[in-house]
DNA sequence: ATCCAGCAATGAGCCAGATCATTTTAGCTT
DNA sequence: AAGCTAAAATGATCTGGCTCATTGCTGGAT
């Protein structure tokens, strides 16, 4: 049922710098052995932010790749009048950069409190080319991105609000089973109503709205205002899946 | 102004098999010197298809990748219930195979006959492990795709109808202007007035009233009903980058 | 030239979701 | 525990784009 996310992960010697990182499982450097870890590790360095904090802002020189390893964050462009959308979030072991461009097309912000590793494009750049493996997963990054925003295509371009608003639930349960190694029920996230609006190309009152009538179909209960239990999973599924 | 998309192409042999392949400039092998493009061609087959014929199947085993050499087509979705969306059209010199899934995200139909190169996928992920750079190149194109992909998120969560025709027929006028290597503005399609809608999130209805409105408006001239001259590219592109 | 079939254009009415306004709640701080 | 503030929820109304129906084209076959 689910994807093993678990694959062969280097055991590191006390003293290497990414001991006690909890992404490397899910990051592109987990394919490194350690040695090669460390080398790459030592290319960049470590930075902690804040909820709120911007990271860089779309039209900033793209001079630095990130990985997360600790937080949330989401990633926004902006029209000239004001009107925003949010094109993605990105979670503990993300990467950020993939891109060929030397201007950042999106403006990333904290959600959570977050720690990143943070390199010199060029140095990176570099590391790659040395490092075919590196490069091929980042390939598959890609790909896997580009997949996941031509089902976000498909929501923006046909999907009702409803039917956004589940699948968006049911993504996040999916990560959280990821995360959990199991079918989980009650999802936590970080990203307030208006977030989720401006990712489901919606207004934050639509999203109020259906997250009532989900609460009151027993489809989910609110545990918090941004932890919500799935009550009825299949038939979040269903109505996800345009059946209902 | 524009982007060079010339680049160093080796000068081919007469009796090369890619001799007289009007797409190499465009297309992912145009990076390979003439002898490895020679292995490369050999891996695969070429083959010929009508407009309107399937070339696959979402939900097809992917065991084949293609580069389109001539002609073009569209990549769709369809929903349980009979909606379809689609998700993104090819021209040549188009690389379709960007994924790590062993099934076929989208269905994929010719919109005009075309040709293409034709790669079982095992022999083309072996090449590829042996020729980093265009495992590399293959990159790049993901990355650039990724970057599309984003922009009509934000033109599907947010532009008006208007905006998103207007943001389509500029987007066929760039490529126009590539392909061309300057400005243009007679723009020629296959695909219509559904596909259209269907990748714009709309109804095929919507799209003809707003080709009558710019019409009217005198932004455009329908030269036929395919083949659109652009009489006032900066209004349009105004209206596209919702300044007007 | 004329017929025909399928696409495109247009018209009338409707509705999902937006907008604008107000109330409620949650999570703070003191 | 009371008070405060920002977010969320709810209510009332409006509207852009959809739906359904009709008419108009156009390009290929006879």
């Known amino acids: 049922m689910f994807e093993s996310t678990a694959r ?20 592109i450097c ?14 960049g360095s470590t930075m902690r932010l804040c909820a709120g904090q911007t990271l860089f802002r779309e039209g900033d020189p793209a001079t630095r790749v990130f990985t997360l390893t600790r937080g949330s964050l989401k990633l926004s462009k902006l029209l000239p ?24 097309a999106f403006t990333a912000e904290l959600i ?5 590793c943070c390199f010199p494009r060029s140095r990176f750049d570099a590391f790659l080319a040395d490092h075919p493996l590196m ?24 999907k009702t609000a409803t039917e956004r608003l589940a699948s968006f639930l049911l993504l996040l349960a999916e990560r959280a089973d990821r995360l959990a190694g199991e079918k989980t029920s009650v999802i936590d996230f970080a990203m307030s109503r208006a977030d989720i609006a401006d990712y489901l190309g919606l207004t934050k009152e639509t999203v109020s709205r259906i997250f009532s009538a989900f609460r009151a179909g027993r489809l989910i209960r609110l545990r918090a205002l941004n932890k919500v239990e799935i009550v009825n999973r299949p038939a979040l599924q269903q109505v996800a899946d345009c059946q209902g």
Chains 1, 2 share one sequence.
């Open 81 to 104: 009048d004001g009107r925003r959308h949010v094109v993605g979030f990105m979670y503990a072991g993300d990467f950020l950069g993939i891109s060929v461009d030397d201007e950042h």
């Open 30 to 43: 987990g394919i490194l052995d350690c040695e090669n870890l460390a080398v790459f590790k030592r290319l």
């Open 8 to 27: 062969h992960l280097d055991p590191l010697p006390s003293g290497h710098p990414c001991q006690g990182c909890e992404a490397r499982g899910q990051a």
């Open 135 to 158: 490069e091929h997963e980042l390939y598959r990054m890609a790909a896997h991105e580009l997949s996941a925003a031509q089902q976000q295509l498909v929501l923006l371009g046909r």
């Open 112 to 116: 959570e409190d977050a720690q990143l």
